[in-house]
């Protein structure tokens, strides 16, 4: 049996090879129905806001926990954890670097059922404040943190 599914294993990943060679298949045309230009080019927090969530309103929240270091070293490469777990029906998180040029970093969305946590990097240019915006239940909420940044990360 492990012969077989290795035959098969090694069959299927040179078939794909010569797919992506040959050009057939091609991931950036499947991926780009699904970005949102606008959001990623906004230049504020509320233009971005609004174009993710269809609202700049949000309300602070207690039960976001926003994880960030208070001084970042490197600003290219800055931890930020938003653990939304206590929070029922999370729809979607969003994290945002204020004083970048262009302030929405990231944005999950998630199925029904899931788990609201993301652990992720972003790039800081300067010290700022980050911020999560999580959608629940048709609201958004939200949790904000300085971080210092000693080495600047886009550019500075």
Do not use: H
Not at 16 to 41: E, I, Y
Request: proline share 3%; net charge positive; with cysteine.
């Amino acid at each position: 049996m492990k012969r077989r599914s290795f035959l098969k294993g090694t069959l299927a990943t040179g078939a794909a090879a010569v797919a992506v060679n040959a050009g057939l298949l091609t991931p950036s045309t499947v991926l780009a129905a699904d970005w949102n230009s606008k959001a990623f080019s906004a230049k504020t927090t509320d233009d971005a806001l609004n174009s993710v969530f269809g609202s700049a309103s949000t309300a602070a929240s207690g039960d976001i926990k926003l994880k960030a270091p208070a001084i970042a070293e490197n600003g290219a490469v800055t931890p930020v954890t938003v653990d939304a777990s206590g929070i029922d029906g999370v729809e979607s998180i969003a994290i945002m670097a204020s004083k970048n040029p262009m302030p929405l970093a990231c944005e999950y969305t998630f199925g029904a059922g899931a788990v609201g946590y993301v652990s992720t990097r972003i790039k800081m240019g300067q010290t700022m404040n980050v911020i999560a915006v999580v959608k629940a239940g048709g609201k958004l909420l939200k949790a904000e943190q300085e971080v210092k940044v000693t080495i600047g990360g886009c550019g500075g």
